[in-house]
Antibody
Framework: QVQLQESGPGLLKPPETLSLTCSVS????????WSWIRQPPGKGLEWLGH???????NYNSSLKSRTTLSMDTSKNQFSLKMTSLSVADTAVYYC????????????WGPGVMVTVSS | SSELTQDPAVSVALGQTVRITCQGD??????TGWYQQKPGQAPLLVLY???NRPAGIPDRFSGSSSGDTASLIITGAQAEDEADYYC???????????FGPGTAVTVL
């Protein structure tokens, strides 16, 4: 059974940098693609980007300038870094496995709430 | 704004059938995923491709697609099906991924 778990700080101030890590068990991150998705309180889901084991990344165009994904295959983890945070970045951040052949996300972490407040 | 559109809310009587639709130009070309999200929980994949259920998803969940519209159909809705439902696909460029705004399903 594939399991994902996000970890990282829950409270940040503008314009700090967010760093989150997703730990994967039950599958090697050398397979599939691995994504970050966020959900502001009371709102819908927003795809942030994904990364493949080759290091290839793909980002949401609206956030590309502030977002960096990376991967540590030795730890079976992948990470999100988002710079210049504002209150609009307050959201639950999920990591998920992407099945690119069909374009769906089949396994999700429980999510981590990130609040950006001065 | 999302490239995919969904009705904000629908309601269904217990045991009846409800259709949740997702519309967008990219759906003419790319597959759709459907997710159920209950309060305080992560989204759960309930359907992918045209009509494929992951293991453990009840067979009352099914799907269809025609042109620019994909549908998630719940046949014989149960109280536990009350949730928000999101669709996703690639965008029209095929390089990025998008989600619909979600449909809140109420089981009466």
């Amino acid at each position: 059974q594939v399991q994902l778990q996000e970890s990282g700080p829950g409270l940040l101030k503008p314009p700090e940098t967010l760093s989150l890590t997703c730990s994967v068990s039950g599958d090697s991150i050398k397979t599939f693609l691995w994504s970050w998705i966020r959900q502001p309180p009371g709102k819908g889901l927003e795809w942030l980007g994904h990364i493949y084991s080759s290091g290839t990344t793909n980002y949401n165009s609206s956030l590309k300038s502030r977002t960096t994904l990376s991967m540590d295959t030795s730890k079976n983890q992948f990470s999100l870094k988002m710079t210049s945070l504002s209150v609009a970045d307050t959201a639950v951040y999920y990591c998920a496995r992407l099945v690119s052949s069909y374009g769906y996300f089949d396994y999700w972490g429980p999510g981590v709430m990130v609040t950006v407040s001065s | 704004s999302s490239e995919l559109t969904q009705d904000p809310a629908v309601s269904v009587a217990l045991g009846q059938t409800v259709r949740i639709t997702c519309q967008g130009d990219s759906l003419r070309t790319y597959y759709t995923g459907w997710y159920q999200q209950k309060p305080g929980q992560a989204p759960l994949l309930v359907l992918y491709g045209y009509n494929n259920r992951p293991a453990g998803i009840p067979d009352r969940f099914s799907g269809s697609s025609s042109g620019d519209t994909a549908s998630l159909i719940i046949t014989g809705a149960q109280a536990e099906d009350e949730a928000d439902y999101y669709c996703n696909s690639r965008d029209t460029s095929g390089t990025h991924y998008v989600f619909g705004p979600g449909t809140a399903v109420t089981v009466l």
